[in-house]
């Protein structure tokens, strides 16, 4: 088992009620099963994690890529520009 944080930027945050989740899941957990994970903690945010930017440890990672221990994951919504 390992330890990561999840931070939730702008209307996720809202969405969830809470800013900061600590979790403890199993070694080889991808970011995809987070997804699942938050969706099924946090309802609101279902469909709302299709569209985001994730970093872990400031770095963007993709749905397939797995969390370190101790990673430290942050999901941003898109920001448009033009």
Do not use: C, R
């Not at 942050?74 to 448009?80: K, V």
């Amino acid at each position: 088992m390992i330890n990561i944080e999840i931070s939730l930027y702008y209307h996720l945050k809202q969405k969830a009620g809470v800013g900061t989740i600590p979790l403890h899941v199993p070694e080889g957990t991808s970011i995809k099963e987070i997804k699942l994970i938050l969706e099924d903690t946090y309802p609101a945010l279902i469909t709302h994690l299709d569209n985001v930017m994730i970093l872990q440890d400031k770095k963007i990672v993709l749905d397939e890529d797995v969390l370190n221990e101790d990673a430290l994951i942050a999901f941003l919504t898109p920001i448009g520009g033009g």
